[in-house]
């Protein structure tokens, strides 16, 4: 899961009230979908930081919270609203993420991008992947905490 660290960080995550933020403002049908269809509470998520100096993988979260309604998305105003988005047929939804471990070292798209061989098929090394949240091959998960030097 992607987020500006100028926007929301790892680090801000570790600083909320019970280490728990709603993962709010996404606007893409795809990963509204994978929010309703395939995240489960318990499931585990990297915090990925991008458009900055280093992007890549600074931690792990938890999903907290089955997909709801992503109340942003009816607040006039707020940068996430969507006036084509009515109560009654509300478009986007969101999941609630807990804050799990920071990683001492980080794993750069630079290191992602030297592993290709071993991370074939991970989406965010494709050319042209524009998505904020993709899933992730179990055997990709270990490689990525294997270069982090943490445990899946």
């Known amino acids: 899961m992607k987020s500006e660290p100028d926007t929301f960080s790892i680090d801000d995550l570790a600083a909320r009230p019970n280490r728990t933020e709603p ?32 992007p890549g993988i600074y931690g792990v979260m938890t999903i907290a919270s089955p997909a709801y309604v992503d109340p942003t998305q009816f607040e006039a105003g707020h940068h996430h609203y969507d006036p084509g988005s009515k109560p009654d047929q509300p478009r986007w939804l969101l999941v609630d993420v807990k804050y799990r471990r920071k990683w001492k070292r980080p794993v750069s798209l630079a290191t992602l991008k030297d592993n290709a061989d071993t991370l074939a098929g991970l989406q965010v090394i494709a050319k042209g992947n524009r998505l904020s949240v993709m899933p992730v091959r179990p055997e990709h998960w270990a490689a990525i905490c294997a270069l982090a030097g943490e445990k899946p």
């Open 23 to 54: 993962w709010d403002g996404v606007r893409n049908y795809q990963v509204r979908n994978m929010f309703r269809d395939q995240m489960k509470v318990g499931d585990t998520a990297f915090f990925y930081h991008s458009n900055c100096e280093v």
